[in-house]
Structures are given as C-alpha cells and as structure tokens.
C-alpha cells in the first residue's frame, strides 16, 4: 500500500509541475530556431521524390504550410494532392502591427509554383507573443489588416491565415473581434478571398 501512495504521490506532482511549464507548439519552437541561425537549405531536396499519388483527385481541401527555411523542399511538392499553400511567416511586431519580417513572400518561388499548378496560396501572419500590446492597439490592428490585404494582393493570392499562439483567454473577445474585422475588410477588397487560422486542438 505503500509503494502505491508513494508512486501516486511522485505521479501527482509530476502532472502539477508539467502544467506550470509553458508550451510551445513546433510553430513556435523551428521559427524561434530558424531566426537565430538564419540557415540557407535552398539546396536541400536536389532531385524530385516519386509521384505517390499522380492518379489521385481531391475531394477536401488540403491545406499546407510552406516555411521559409524549408528552402526548395517546394520541387518535390506533390501539388495534385494540395489544394491550398500558406506560406509561413508575416512575424508580426505587435506595438505596430508592421512585420518584423515577412521572410521571402514577394519573392519565394515556392508561391509561384503553386500557382501555376493551380493550388491556392496564402500568407501567414504570426504572433506568439505581446497579445495585449497587439490587441490594446487599435492602429497596430488596423496597420496589420492594411499590411496583410496590400501583401496578398500584390502577390495575387488567395487567402490570409493566422496563426496568433498562446492568446491568453482574456484577449479571446479581441481575437474573435480582430478575425471578424479582417474577414470584413478583405472581403471588400476580394469577396473570394479566404480568411483562416491555425487554432489548437484543445482550447
């Protein structure tokens, strides 16, 4: 009896202690190590793997993110089997809602050859931290929405993504309204334009 009470214990502690260490998704974790070492891979993938699925016809939509330091990993992109590219990242600098960078977007290649095989193409803005200088900022809000409808049009894409993590549940009013506010604007500019987000899969 023992040894389970003590086993119990050990276990109790454990799970208290794990829910006090703040989580990170993979999202933030490779751009986090990305940015600070700034490799160069644009020669990774040298030769394009066998078509796996060349007989295959969507039925969904098939959504994929495309990150910057995945370099041309774009040439063994199997595009029959994706309907949508989002390309990662718009880091957004949450006291002017300008980007802090917004890597190769207007020029990455991996964006134009999506289109020429007919796959949709999006860009993402990232915010992983500062939720309360973003959101308590209407002119960094209105200065984002600005910035992300000019940058898709300019590249003539489909669709804006976002991809704001660890929002604390304070701001969820202010995400939902910020969502909304920029669904409105782009769609005045392009009525078939998409707005999406990358949500956790538990709140």
């Known amino acids: 009896m023992r040894i389970y009470l003590a086993l119990f214990l050990v ?4 799970i208290m202690f794990a829910q006090n260490i703040p989580f990170s998704s993979i999202h933030v974790e490779e751009s ?7 490799l160069e891979i644009y ?3 040298p030769q394009r793997v066998p078509d796996i699925g060349s007989g295959c016809t969507l039925e969904k939509i098939v959504f994929g993110y495309h990150t910057y330091w995945t370099g041309n990993a774009y040439l063994n992109y199997q595009w029959n089997l994706l309907s949508d590219l989002c390309y990662f990242s718009y880091d957004v600098d949450p006291a002017t809602g300008m980007p ?3 890597h190769e977007w207007l020029t990455d290649p991996a964006i134009d050859s999506a289109m020429t095989n007919g796959v949709r193409t999006h860009l993402c803005a990232t915010l992983f931290s500062g939720h309360g200088t973003f959101f308590s900022n209407p002119v960094s809000r209105q200065t984002l929405i600005d910035s992300l409808i000019a940058l898709v049009e300019i590249r003539n894409g489909n669709g804006i993504n976002l991809d704001f993590e ?3 549940a304070a701001y969820g009013s202010d995400m939902v309204d910020f969502t909304i506010d920029l669904a409105q604007q782009y769609h005045s500019v392009n009525p078939d334009g998409i707005v999406s987000m990358a949500i956790p899969s538990v709140d």
């Open 100 to 102: 802090l960078t917004i």
């Open 166 to 168: 660890a929002v604390p």
């Open 11 to 14: 276990l109790s502690s454990h």
């Open 32 to 38: 986090e190590y990305y940015k600070d070492h700034r």
């Open 43 to 45: 020669s990774i993938y």
